[in-house]
Every structure is written in C-alpha cells, then in structure tokens.
C-alpha cells in the first residue's frame, strides 16, 4: 500500500514535470531552442495564483485563468524582446540570453515578493480520497495533477494533429525555410507555441504549489532542470516524449527517494537519465541523428 | 579492375570480353578487392553484389547516373557505412572489422562530394591534419614544447609545403581554408588526403565545379600523383573527358548494381550504359 | 607567417600583461593601497579565470557543451581541503605553501580521474544530450558530495557514507561541508595556477593534439577519414579541463574559512558557461577578461542594493543581443579597419 501511496504521488509529481517538459520540447523543436527562462514562468504563474487568492481576494476560478494569461503574455513578450532578434545567432548565444532572461524573472520575483518562502494555499479544497477501505490515502491536489495531465496531453496531441495551427507547428519544425516558403507564419507560429508552453507553465506552477505548497522566486529553477531533463529523456523535440519522459522521473524520483534514499533522490534521477541516454543516445522516442555524408 | 576470378557472366549483363590490371600491377597484390560488396537499407538495396579489383597504381573510375550509389560504395570502403554483405580487401587484409580511422591508417583516403574541409583552419593546418599520423607528437611534448615537438613542427611544416607544391598552393598556406575558390578548395582536399600517405586515394567529383581549362590542370595532376606517389586511385566524376581521358579501367553503376566493366573504349559503345545514361534510343533515330 | 606570427603575439601579450597585473597589485596589496574587497577577490578571480579558460578548451576548442564544469570545481576544492587537513593533522606538514602544492595536485587528480570516469560515457553522445548529460553528472556529483563526512585520525582517513559518527578530526561534515579550514591560499599561488593554466590550453592548441582537437570540432566526418580518433582528443580536452577546474577548485576551497557541496551547483556551472561565451568562444584571453570583469561586476554593483542581480541580468541580456545584432556587427567591423573577420558567429558551433 505504500508503494501505491507512492507511485501515486509519483505519476503526479511526474505529470508536473511532463507538463513543464512539454514547453521545453515544443520550444526546443519549433523555434530550435532552449528556453531556459521556462522554469522560472512556472515561478510567476504560481505567484499570480497566489497574490490573486491571498491579496487581491479573487477566487481561484478567476485567479487561475488569469495567471495563464499574464503567463502567456510574459512568454510571447520574452520571445518578441530577447529571442527573435537572435533567431540567427548561434544556439549558445540564445542559450546565454535565455539564461539572462531566467535570472531577470527571478530577481524581479525576488524585487517584488522577497525572499521569504511563501505558503501557497492549493485552491482545491475537497476532502482527502480514500480508497481500498481507507488503506491509502490521496491528497485531491495529487489526483487533481494526473487527470490534469491526462486532460492537456488528449488537448495537446488533438490540436498539433487535427488543426491548421497545429499542422504549422510541425512543418516549422521540420524544416522553417521550406514552411515560410510555403506560406507559413513563421513568426506567428513560434508565438503561438511560446504562447502554449507559458500557458501550460501557469498551469504547472499552480499544480507544482498545491501539492509542494511552498513558493520562494526560485521554486521553479530545480523543476525547470528536471522536467527539462525529462524532455531530453524521452526525445527533445517530441511531444509523447515529454509526456512519458516527465512521468518517469516523476515515479523514479519519489520511488528513489523512498526506497533508496532521501538525500540521493536526485542524484538517483540524473544516473538513471545517464544510463537510459548511454542505450538510447537520443531519448526514449528521439529520432537518431543522420548525417549526409 | 579485372573480373572476380569466380565470378559467371550473366546474360543480363554484359562484361567485356577484356578486362585487365594494368601490366605494370600484376606481379603485386592488387591494392583493393571487393567481394559481392553491398549494403541493405531497410527493404532497399543501396549497393548489391559490387565485386571489383584494383591494381597497386591503377587509375580507375566509376560512374553511373545520380543516386546509382557511386558515393554509397565510397561511403563502404571507408566504412562510414557498414556494408551488410560481401567483403573487402585491402592489399590483402580483411577490412570487416575496421572502422574509418583504421581505414584511413590502413591506406585509403578519401575526398567529399560536398566539400568537407576544416573551413576556420588555414590552408597549412588542414594539410597538417592530414599529416598526424605520419609525423607524430604526444600531448605532453606538446604541452611542455620538448624537442620532439619543435622537431616534428618542423617535419610538418616542409611536408605541408612539399604536398601544396603539387597544385602551386604554397603561397596559399597561410589563408583561411573556407575563404579559398571553390576549385582551390577542392584541390585542398585533395592534398589534405595525399598527406595521410594512402596506398587507395578515392576522388569524389574533383572536377565538379570546374572549368575544361581546370579539368585538364586536374588531369595532369592525378595522373602525376599516381606517377609520383604510386598509389592507385578511384574517382567517382561525371566530367566523361576526366573519366574517358585519364582512367584505365572504368565500372558503370545503375541502381546499385555493376552494370558495365572496361575500357574507356568499351564502356563508350555499351548499350546497356548508354541507355543507363540516356534511356532508351528511339528505333528511328538517324 | 600571418596567422601564427598573430597567434604568438596575443599570447606573448597576454603573459605579459598578466605578469604586468600581478607585480602592480602584489605592490598594491604590500602598500596596502588595495581596497579590501578587491584583496578579497584576487583568490577567485584566480579560480574562475582558470575555470573559464579550462571551460572554453571544452566548449571553444573542443567544440562540446558542458553544462556541469563546476562539479570538477566541487571535487578538487573538497579534495584539496582534505588533503591540507590531513597532512597538517596526520603528518603535522606545518608549512603552508607545501600543504597548498600537495592540496592543489590533489584536487587536479581527483578531478581528472572524475573526468576520465565521466568522459568515458558522455563523449559518446552528441550535441543537447551530451550537454545535458554533463548537467546530470554535476548535479550528481553535488548530491553526492552533501553526503560524505571525512575525517583525519593521526595518519588515517576515515570516510562514511550518510553517517557522520567518524573518529578524529572532522574535515567534511556532510551537508554542512568544510568548516574551519586554514585558508592557505595566497594570491601568488592564484596566480602561478593561472599562468600555468594559460601555458597548458595555449600549448596544447598550438600543437598537433590542438589541431586533431578542433578537426574533431568543425568537421566530424572529415576528420575521422582523415585518420584522427575522435574519441580519444574530445576526451583529451574534457581531461584536461577537468584536471585544471579541479586544481581551480583546491585554490578556492582553500581560501574559504567555510565551504558548502551545494557551492558547486549547475548556478555556478552556468556561471563559466555565461564568462566564455562572453568572453568569445575558442578565444582564451577573452575568457580571462570575462571572468574577470563578471566577478568584479557584482561587487562594482552594490550600490544598487537590491536591484544589482537584477541590474546584472539586464546587462547580460542587452550584451547578447547587441553583440548578436547584424547592424551592431556591421559597425564593429567598420570601426577596425584592415582587420579581416576570420569567423562569423555562426561558424563557431558550440
């Protein structure tokens, strides 16, 4: 029962980081880069949440969508301001900036907020569930997550196959010049998927507080490094593997930390990365390399 | 390039009736032997059952239109692919179990299609890569500049310019490989290959890109680099006055497939290689 | 020759400078006319010049991301903070700048056997999945090290694992780290770490393994049909700048009273990765002003009180993109005449 207790809590700490993971991957294949920035607008989206419900007195059905929006905005304004200029820059400059722009949203959090750790209240307030007659015991924040997952995940792979934005998305990613030239927006559509990716940031950062209820400006610097693992993981660039990949380290991370050890979980997370990247070089569903010789 | 000595014609293809090494080659192992040579892509047979013999100095070509798989078979003997079936043979030695840097130490060197050069190194340093396992250095001799270091510094630096001497480089040493003209690019690729000492240099489209003035200049240099080096060479080239002037013996690919073996001479006349080349004549033409 | 002749006097340029530099503040700091914060920070500057010139032979001339250098840093700075406990406690080495040499060696052992531990898998992988697979082993590395206690018994080490219960003098407390360390590094040590540093990657890229080394770098394919291992001189650069981050790392730790593992985080890794690219990648002075300058930076930005990381973030941004921009890139070339552009941003992979 405690193992269930805990691969429960698993798959939903894993679903936090698939959430996350599936702006590093669709950034990464659309717009060919790494936005490290990313964790950190799951750090803004939570405090939005917050101060909406703590200071300015808004139930949670209002809050949350509004600190999508102001999420979504702050992503698209980021890519306007500091990454398009360098679309033809080398990836590591883009790296750099994007790094730039991680600690610019944390210090400012930081301006605005303080240091000190702020509880966050989950707006989700039902009763425990219990099942198999009260022998375990979930949290309906931990439920909450995984169907939540569930749901953006259905959404997510519906709108990249089925529409004509969608379809967009994955021509630029193939290949952009050929896109543009068939009459693609570029420029809209990498907004777009910005726009997506800080959508479901907001959607994280929210989850990520109501289960780990305590948020400080660097709450989403060590979930950020994760969930951007876990997308490498399952493939960068690839939807089902950011999916999977955040899952996995969901489950090894709490499994590792309760039946190895505390103080090891997360070097047992990055091993099994290591070990899993040595078999399959380029993720668990990444496409290997080829090069034209 | 002679036939396999087991090898049946077929009916389906016609070999030439004559086929040779070059008189001067035949008391010497041939440099390479290709044995029913081929590799497997999926469902797709790249190359299949290509089976050929050079002589030690033999100038030989292959040819075949675009995608017959000229640089696939390259791209085997250099093991950039591993072939899927058959055997290969350098001067003797089993090459199965090689990867491409034994190949290149071994003796073949290669040029790219698309020119693949160290564009930020100076024309100097991309002939001096070339040269790194033939006058050698260790990391701390380099590091703490021991005698051996300055010593074969020295070794590099006149062999660099003893092999651009070749192509009248030398005066070039000293810019920016991806700066160069496109064909003097390409002849840098060549030297850069000729450094590695090869017994096997393979050319891959050298001509591409060229004028006939240049081309003829090309000519004159790979037949004065067989002379002067003794090595064999294969060349892949679409040019059929590099192909037809200065090979000896040419191989005619379709599909994957050896389709034609000879002589300029023979391989001109062939039918099947025209139509390879061409398609099908039409009976009524003049 | 143009390009060597050029080579030969940058570097001849930078050892003097650097000569230059130190003589100025070792007067500086005998007068005492040398503002205590700077005095301060000569010790790390040292440590992190070392550090971004070590990065950029992996990142610059080596051509691969390593997203956990400063997981090398943590390994020599805790070893070479046992090593100088241990032998003043087991074999009662009295002598300062001994203890520092021994510590230093040390720590650049430890470090390049890590590197040879850690290169063996990574080197295998290519682009993101290397990087990222470097920022897993310095995560590891840092997890890790929260967890060893270390102590010195007369001639004996002891060592537990997520026990402290150890014999003797304790020199690692787990997640508490290093306490009470004697600071025996000095400035002069800093900077004989640095020019020696500087002698290693500046002779090993003009040499022959340099050469193979950024063959592998700009040309996979060509330079394995042009005989060179690609294996072996990606992980000869990997080595080498672990070695020299680790005796970096002694350096630093050596020079603080106290010291926590959770130091040497991915924080502090991307921290070099910001002072090469700035710097210039593949381009080793500039690394030694980058490094430099953005330590200094902070310091210079106190007056900003709260605002000065975010003051520091801002200025990192607008540097990347001015110096990114194809106008701001046309003028620079306008302002220095005669000098040909050898490279263009794009041409240097990372």
């Known amino acids: 029962m405690v193992f269930l207790s805990n691969l429960v809590n698993g798959i939903s700490l894993g679903s936090i980081y698939a959430i996350i993971a599936l702006g590093y991957t669709m950034v990464y294949g659309i717009a060919k880069m790494l936005n490290f920035a990313h964790g950190d607008v799951i750090m803004v989206g939570a405090y939005i949440v917050f101060c909406a419900t703590q200071y300015w007195n808004l139930s949670p059905a209002v809050g949350i969508p509004l600190a999508m929006l102001v999420c979504t905005v702050l992503g698209m304004t980021i890519e306007k301001l500091a990454y398009k200029p360098l679309r033809q820059a080398t990836s590591l400059a883009v790296l750099i900036t994007a790094i730039g722009m991680s600690y610019l949203l944390q210090n400012t959090a930081l301006l605005i907020w303080g240091a000190n750790p702020k509880v966050f209240p989950s707006p989700f307030s039902m009763d425990m569930i219990r099942l198999f007659d009260g022998q375990l015991v979930i949290k309906p924040e931990t439920l909450i997550t995984i169907a939540a997952n569930i749901v953006i995940m259905v959404a997510l792979t519906l709108f990249i196959n089925r529409t004509r934005m969608g379809k967009a998305m994955r021509c630029v990613s193939e290949d952009r010049g050929a896109a543009e030239l068939m009459g693609i927006n570029v420029n809209t559509t990498i907004s777009v998927t910005f726009a997506i990716g800080s959508a479901l940031a907001a959607i994280a950062g929210l989850l990520l507080c109501s289960s780990y209820p305590m948020l400080q400006p660097t709450t989403g610097s060590m979930p950020g490094i994760k969930a951007f693992t876990a997308a490498v993981f399952g493939g960068i660039g690839s939807i089902p593997g950011a999916m999977i990949g955040g899952v996995l380290l969901g489950i090894i991370e709490i499994l590792g930390k309760a039946y190895v050890s505390t103080e090891l979980g997360d070097a047992i997370v990055f091993a099994v990365l290591i070990i899993v990247l040595l078999v399959r070089p380029t993720g668990l569903l990444g496409k290997p390399i080829r090069e034209k010789v | ?286 | 020759m143009k390009t060597k002749k050029k080579r030969f006097m940058t570097n001849l340029i930078t050892y003097g400078v650097l000569i230059l530099l130190f003589i100025v503040l070792t007067i500086m700091i005998n007068n005492k006319s040398i503002s205590r914060t700077l005095k301060g920070q000569l010790i790390p500057i040292c440590s992190w010049i070392v550090m971004a010139v070590s990065l950029n032979l992996v990142v610059g001339i080596s051509g691969e991301l390593s997203l956990g250098h400063a997981g090398f840093m943590g390994i020599g700075a805790f070893t070479g903070i046992i090593t100088s406990g241990w032998l003043l406690n087991g074999f009662s080495m009295e002598d300062p700048t001994l203890r520092l040499v021994l510590a230093i060696i040390a720590g650049g052992l430890t470090a390049g056997i890590a590197g040879v531990l850690i290169g063996i898998p990574v080197l295998r992988l290519r682009g993101d999945y290397l990087a990222i697979v470097t920022l897993a082993f310095g995560e590891i590395i840092k997890n890790v090290m929260n967890c060893v206690y270390v102590s010195a018994e007369g001639t004996t080490l002891h060592w537990g694992f997520l026990n402290g219960n150890l014999p003797g003098t304790l020199l690692l407390n787990g997640p508490m780290g290093a306490v009470k360390v004697k600071t025996i590094a000095t400035f002069t040590a800093g900077f004989i770490l640095v020019m020696f540093s500087l002698v290693v990657v500046l002779n090993l890229i003009n040499s022959r393994s340099g050469r193979a080394i950024m063959a592998a770098r700009d040309n996979r394919i060509a330079a394995e049909a042009t005989g060179i291992n690609i294996t072996k001189y990606k992980m000869m650069a990997f080595v080498t700048a672990a070695v020299l981050a680790g005796m970096a790392g002694a350096l630093y730790g050596l020079s603080m009273a106290t010291l926590l593992p959770t130091k040497f985080s991915f924080n502090e890794s991307i921290n070099v990765l910001v002072f090469v690219v700035l710097g210039g990648i593949g381009n080793i002075p500039g690394s030694i002003i980058s490094a430099t300058a953005l330590t200094i930076l902070p310091e210079k930005l106190r007056f900003l009180q709260n605002y000065r990381m975010l003051a520091y973030a801002v200025l990192l941004i607008l540097v990347m993109l001015l110096s990114n921009n194809p106008m701001v890139k046309m003028l620079w070339r306008k302002l220095i005449p005669g000098r040909k552009r050898e490279q263009s941003g794009e041409e240097m992979r990372a």
């Open chain 2, 1 to 286: 390039m002679s036939e396999t000595k087991q090898k049946q014609q077929t009916p389906m293809v016609p070999y030439p009736s004559k086929s040779f090494v070059p008189e001067r080659d035949l008391g010497s192992m041939p440099v390479l032997e290709c044995s029913h040579l081929g590799i497997e892509f999926g469902g797709l047979k790249a190359v299949d059952d290509f089976s050929v013999i050079m002589g030690k100095t033999e100038i030989g070509g292959l040819i075949g239109p675009n995608g017959a798989g000229k640089t696939t078979v390259f791209n085997l003997l250099t093991k950039v692919y591993q072939p899927t079936h058959g055997t290969m043979m350098l001067e003797g030695r089993d090459m199965g179990s090689m990867t491409t840097v034994d190949v290149n130490k071994a003796g073949i060197a290669r040029t790219f299609q698309n020119i693949r050069l160290f564009s930020n190194m100076t024309v100097e340093e991309n002939v001096r890569i070339g040269l790194h396992n033939q006058i050698r250095c260790g990391m701390f001799s380099g590091i703490l500049r021991l005698p051996r270091y300055w010593k074969a510094e020295k070794q590099q630096h006149e062999k660099t310019l003893e092999l651009l001497n070749i192509f009248d480089m030398a005066g070039m040493a000293d810019e920016r490989a991806g700066s160069l003209p496109y064909g003097a690019q390409r002849r840098l690729e060549i030297v850069r290959a000729l450094a590695t000492n090869p017994k096997l240099l393979l050319l891959d489209e050298p001509a591409a890109g060229m004028n006939p003035h240049e081309t003829e200049e090309l000519m004159e240099n790979i037949t004065k680099i067989r002379d002067q080096f003794q090595i064999a060479i294969l060349l892949i080239e679409h040019d059929m006055s590099l192909v037809m002037g200065i090979c000896e013996d040419i191989c005619v690919l379709n599909f994957g497939k050896i389709i034609a073996k000879g002589t300029p001479e023979e391989i001109q006349n062939n039918p099947v290689v025209i139509e390879a080349y061409l398609g099908k004549q039409k009976e009524a033409k003049a």
